[in-house]
């Protein structure tokens, strides 16, 4: 591991990738400059350097996090959290479930997602679009219910992340820009309706290895 920003930098540059994935600031506070991006960039002839992003749950050593959120550390919400905040993911510590489809969750994201745009990213790299599977669970039937009603607005789970990842394609193109859109997994979506004008390609994990 690089011992500083600067080697980071040095350290990417010199890298064979053609697209590198880094999350948007070097130790969650400091921020790649638009310089640093683009010696990253310049290390290789087309390469593409994408920001990670997380929509589908709240991760609580971001920014936007509020301690009061889950003061007592028990996995699940406090009184004064958010209404679109669920539960831990038992599987990853400090990762939360939201409902992405709120508009409050929402403009976290999008808010987050223009100062990524500011720094001079590529594009994103967008993690647990496969939130809908979450909300498709049935605990009744012990099964998953594809296309799953969501109470909270008529849609499906999946017609919902689909508008969400719209919105974020909507962001990105602003100012004439073009910037590229990879979400990770959630591959079920490619049958859904506009899914795939709305991006530039797929990341899926375990295709080579399990788990």
Known sequence: ??????AAVQELARSDRDLIVIDAAYDGTSRWTKRELDAIRG???????????????????????????????DGLPDLNAPKFLNAEN???????KVKYWAPQWQEIILKE???????GFD????D???AFEFFEYDARSDDWIDNRSNPETGNSYRE??????AKIR??????GKSLWLIPQNGEALVESKGYLDLIDAIGAEDVFTNG
Do not use: F, H
């Not at 591991?1 to 600067?6: E, P, V, Y």
């Not at 290390?43 to 971001?62: P, Q």
């Open 123 to 126: 594009g994103v790299y967008l």
């Open 160 to 165: 919902d992340m689909v508008q969400w990842v």
């Open 43 to 73: 290390g290789k002839e087309g390469r593409l350097v994408a920001c990670y992003l997380s929509v589908g749950e709240a991760e609580d050593y971001r920014t936007y996090w509020k301690d009061q959120w889950d003061a007592d550390k």
């Open 113 to 119: 997602l223009k100062l990524i745009v500011e720094q």
């Open 1 to 6: 591991l690089a011992k500083s920003q600067a």
């Open 170 to 175: 909507k962001a990105l193109n602003q100012g």
């Open 128 to 130: 647990i679009i496969d």
């Open 90 to 96: 038992p599987d990853w510590e400090g990762n939360y």
